[in-house]
């Protein structure tokens, strides 16, 4: 058989609104956690408390995370910007170089 290869191109990656997806599941966690946290006794008994501790992993790795999503944001918006101020300083070069009427 052989190997299945792709005749188009990838479609570019969607992008939304990465910093309060992140917060919003972050928060989500720590809510489960502190949910579960009154009935620590009942997911002892039964060997579960792997859940507690996975909504509290689940929280602190979203705080890494929101760390991680801000900084992507704010260097996409620097860069964005560079680029803007450079298309504008070449406009205007090109405009300062021709006679006016």
């Known amino acids: 058989m052989t190997k299945w290869t792709p005749t188009h191109?990838?479609?570019?990656?969607?992008e939304g609104p990465v910093v309060p997806t992140i917060v919003g599941g972050t928060v989500l966690w720590?809510?489960?956690f502190l949910v579960q946290l009154p009935f620590y006794g009942w997911f002892d008994d039964h060997g579960h408390?792997?859940?507690?501790?996975?909504?509290?992993?689940?929280?602190?790795?979203?705080?890494?995370g929101i760390w991680y999503v801000?900084?992507?944001d704010a260097a996409i918006k620097r860069d964005a910007a560079a680029r803007d101020a450079e298309s504008a300083q070449g406009t205007q070069g090109t405009r300062a170089d021709r006679p006016t009427a």
């Open 9 to 14: 191109e990838a479609p570019e990656p969607l």
């Open 30 to 32: 720590f809510v489960l």
């Open 49 to 64: 408390t792997w859940w507690v501790w996975t909504c509290l992993a689940g929280a602190g790795l979203g705080l890494i």
């Open 70 to 72: 801000r900084g992507r």
